[in-house]
């Protein structure tokens, strides 16, 4: 009976291996091409902002406006960049500490403005209320 068991051990043995081998199944050459494309590993030019340039909607720029004017800034705010983002979290992408947030992405934007000599990072979720971002 031990010898039955250790053939049957061996024969699987055998065949796990021959599957693992660089001539095994997994490894030969197809016999027509695939009509997927090869994946690539290297991404092509240089890596840029994770969202997409974009144009800020004028109730977004009407609340950057008004939220700097609350905090004191007069002058007029010029726009550095603006991109459409999906955030991992609640915080969008700007956590305050001791605060929790809801786990779900959120779909949203990313407004950085300069105004009298500083730059404002803003972070907008799926409304028009602006989060300064001052980290």
Aim: charged share 20%.
């Amino acid at each position: 009976m031990r010898t039955i068991g250790t053939v049957v051990g061996v024969g699987a043995l055998c065949l796990v291996l021959a599957a693992c081998s660089p001539g095994g199944p997994m490894n030969a050459t197809p016999s027509s091409p695939s009509p997927r494309p090869s994946f690539q590993t290297t991404t092509p030019g240089p890596v840029g902002p994770s969202g997409s340039a974009t144009e800020v909607p004028s109730a977004r720029w009407a609340a950057i406006r008004a939220d700097l004017t609350a905090r004191g800034v007069t002058e007029e705010p010029e726009l550095v960049s603006a991109e459409r983002l999906t955030f991992n979290d609640g915080s969008l992408g700007c956590p305050s500490p001791g605060q929790s947030y809801t786990q779900a992405r959120v779909e949203g934007m990313r407004v950085v403005v300069r105004a009298a000599g500083d730059t404002y990072d803003y972070r907008f979720g799926d409304g028009d209320a602006p989060r300064l971002c001052t980290r």
